[in-house]
């Protein structure tokens, strides 16, 4: 019984130990990275924005994915007009070079490619080589070596007709 009240008071003491700083006043993250985040006055966190033509498809005119959705179909809410106007790239672009994708969020809709080989989001878009599909796709940056994989949108993956389990190599390209 001693025992067991013994553990009850040092788990109680070490629970506790993680309010320490705030306690002391001592508000320094002990070496810890930095949040960037943009606070307000309060020091509450508020999230980055994106600019308005890119970001998760909320502001690309898809409508939100169903909770019931269970397929490819279901997740994918792009239009016909969307699809094929995505696949159109008569743009100049630069190559940036390739990048092995594998599927990102299905819930997140558009056509986009979350990738560290850009440093700031732009237009762009990718090419399969094992199909030769083209799609328009947001280019977003995320960190990483440029050697690190990136994350590809469900509309865009069946657009370059490759399979949702594959990790296709893809050719980048911003405009």
Known sequence: MRNLMIIGVLTVA?????????????TSNGGAVADSRPTNAEGQLHPRSRPDSL???????QSAVSATARTAEDFDTT?????????????????????????????????WLKTPVINAAAKGHVTS????????????????????????????????ELPL????TVSVFVE
């Open 14 to 26: 070490l629970a506790g130990c993680g309010q320490l700083p705030r306690l002391t006043g001592n």
């Open 55 to 61: 970001g998760s498809g909320s502001n690309t005119g």
């Open 79 to 111: 239009t016909a007009a969307q699809r094929s106007q995505a696949g159109n790239s008569g743009r100049v672009a630069r190559a940036l070079g390739e990048t092995v994708a594998s599927l990102g969020d299905p819930t997140q809709t558009g056509f």
């Open 129 to 160: 080589s094992q199909t030769g599909k083209t799609v328009q796709v947001d280019l977003i940056p995320i960190d990483g070596e440029n050697s690190a994989g990136s994350r590809i949108s469900l509309a865009a993956l069946r657009l370059l």
């Open 165 to 168: 389990t594959a990790l296709p």
